[in-house]
């Protein structure tokens, strides 16, 4: 079993950053990447970025060069820099672990940019 802790939302002004904290516990050791998601009511989850165990970083075509992800692995942790925020930012922000057997849900964290 894995856990994830999300921390680091909240309401910002466009052009504003935020730092998002994803936090892996439990069997963090059978998690092959780990990524960040966001969803907006009535739309479906959209990957934003992902890191892998072996350090390779993928960021959607959207938030690419405004948004970068980085770990720790030492604290499995993984965080989501989020710069140049725009009102389209706006989104439930999830982390989601992928292990061999299944991908694990954070409860995820709330993201709001205001104009």
């Known amino acids: 079993q894995v856990q994830l802790v999300e921390s680091g939302g909240g309401l910002v002004q466009a052009g504003g950053s935020l730092r998002l904290s994803c936090a892996a516990s439990g069997s963090t050791f059978s998690i092959n990447a780990i990524g960040w998601y966001r969803q907006v009511p009535g739309k479906q989850r959209e990957l934003v970025a992902i890191i892998t165990s072996g350090g390779r970083t993928e960021v959607a075509n959207n938030v690419k060069g405004r948004f970068t992800i980085s770990r720790d692995s030492a604290k499995n942790t993984v965080w989501l820099q989020a710069n140049s925020l725009k009102p389209e930012d706006t989104a439930v922000y999830y982390c989601?672990?992928?292990?061999?057997?299944?991908?694990?849900w954070g409860k995820g964290t709330l993201v709001t940019v205001s104009s």
């Open positions: 989601n672990a992928e292990t061999l057997r299944r991908h694990y």
